[in-house]
């Protein structure tokens, strides 16, 4: 299903190796708003939630053993 709001929207996350025991990650979305007036914050909404898990994920591998 789509985001509330969203007539279409796709996430690509990418990881990919950059030596023995790191990666950079890159997050990506293509989406479409049902309120085309909307698109801005929708955006600014996204590239929050990209920065957040981002974070997250950084935050878990600093757990892993």
């Keep these: 299903g789509e985001p509330i709001g969203m ?3 796709k996430a690509l996350v990418t990881v990919n ?3 023995n025991n ?3 990650i890159n997050w990506s979305g293509i989406f479409s708003p049902v309120d085309p007036e909307t698109t801005k914050q929708v955006e600014t909404a996204f590239s929050n939630s990209y920065q957040k ?3 997250a ?3 878990y591998t600093l757990m892993v053993p």
Aim: hydrophobic share 25%; aromatic share 6%; charged share 20%.
């Design 7 to 9: 007539k279409s929207y």
């Design 17 to 19: 190796a950059t030596g």
């Design 22 to 24: 790191s990666c950079e």
């Design 53 to 55: 898990m981002h974070l």
């Design 57 to 59: 994920l950084e935050n």
